[in-house]
């Protein structure tokens, strides 16, 4: 062997081994059936992979909340009524949602599911109630809403006690998440009741988030580092971008080409997802990291297999995403996104143990315009 190869050879395998892997990301996709129905809809999952959303039942009629996990859909039932609907779940199993009871299905009352068990926590004196978001600490959030949905306040419930949060003067605001430092985010009118604007909660203060120049703007979820997502109108109402809110800048993240865009979640990675318009005026999931916009469609493992992902609702610590889109039925199906290899493979193979690697967020009640 000759020095020059030697010393080529050298080098080239030490470039191979300190440069980080770039590769397409690839993900498994599940879809996650139904109870009975055609369609269903994922909004929540957690660290352990457990998701929820709501499946319509035989007939398509009447729908039902629902966890899954180990490759089972499991009905968690109502409070009586003929629907129900859960948003979010911790890493200690407990559900967050709404549901119809016995004597109104038109108004719901917010719940809580743990140990097989669906609790009624009532409406809190308004005519319909959800909870969208639990954190860590079983601390979880929502909305009640007056008769006919005329006005609104978003609601903590520490673990039985519940709390209105400010507003920022007008009749109608909301909580979409909550972290596990219990910091709040939604959205609320102004004074006039002329704007709605992303709102943070943070202990007891609101502090308005904001907008991207126009006049509506709502905060969608937030992580433990305080970075939050959402959706804002651009200058004359022209189209709503998604966010990213963080050190008291709101950064447009863009679309797919569209003029709509929302990001529904992000984790504590800061790697954000949601929905965005393409060129062609359809609606894809995205997921956002590093500045970039990727539409989910064109990832592999999902191009090609007849599916289209509409709108990307959670993304856990793993990075697993769940969301809602069309098999190649055409029927809307709930699906859990895995990545391969796992978050925790992809770190050793671009450290450079490996020479090929592979790389590798509750319904929000999110606005209430009155445009």
């Known amino acids: 062997m000759s020095v020059n190869y030697f ?38 999952l957690n660290d352990l992979g457990q998701v929820v959303g709501y499946s319509y039942m035989l007939g398509d009629y009447v729908r039902h909340a629902f966890i899954y996990e180990n490759g089972k859909m499991t009905d968690l039932g109502t409070l009586g009524g003929t629907d129900s609907f859960a948003y979010d779940i911790n890493n200690n199993g407990q559900v967050v949602g709404s549901s119809y009871t016995s004597s109104d299905d038109i108004y719901g009352h917010a719940f809580q599911y743990s140990n097989e068990s669906m609790r009624d926590l009532g409406t809190w004196g308004y005519s319909d109630t959800n909870l969208s978001a639990i954190n860590e600490a079983g601390q979880s959030v929502g909305s009640a809403y007056t008769q006919w949905f005329s006005s609104s306040s978003a609601y903590l419930n520490d673990n039985g006690n519940f709390q209105g949060l400010d507003s920022l003067g007008g009749r109608v605001n909301g909580a979409n998440d909550i972290n596990n430092s219990g910091q709040i985010v939604g959205y609320s009118y102004t004074a006039d009741d002329k ?64 003029r709509f865009s929302g990001a529904n979640e992000v984790n504590n990675h800061g790697v954000v997802v949601g929905y965005a318009n393409t060129l062609n005026d359809d609606n894809h999931a995205f997921i956002y990291e590093n500045g970039i916009m990727t539409d989910l469609n064109a990832l592999n493992g999902i191009a090609g297999t007849g599916w289209t992902l509409t709108d990307a609702q959670d993304i856990n610590n793993r990075g697993q995403i769940v969301g809602y889109g069309y098999n190649s039925q055409w029927q809307t199906r709930a699906f859990l996104l895995t990545p391969v290899p796992e978050p925790e493979v992809y770190g050793m193979l671009s450290a450079g143990i490996g020479l090929i690697g592979l790389v590798l967020r509750r319904r929000k009640i999110n606005q209430f315009k009155l445009c």
């Open 195 to 258: 704007e709605q604007h992303a709102t943070l909660y943070n202990g007891t203060d609101i502090v308005d988030l904001g907008t991207l120049g126009g006049t509506y703007s709502w905060a969608s979820g937030i992580n433990d580092s305080g970075q939050i997502v959402g959706a804002a109108y651009l200058a004359n109402n022209d189209g709503y971008h998604g966010f990213i809110y963080q050190d008291g800048d709101m950064v447009d993240i863009g679309t797919l080409g569209g």
């Open 7 to 44: 010393i080529y050879t050298s080098t080239l395998l030490g470039l191979m081994i300190s440069q980080p892997v770039v590769a397409t990301p690839t993900y498994e996709i599940t879809d996650l059936g139904t109870l009975g129905g055609n369609h269903s809809y994922a909004f929540g």
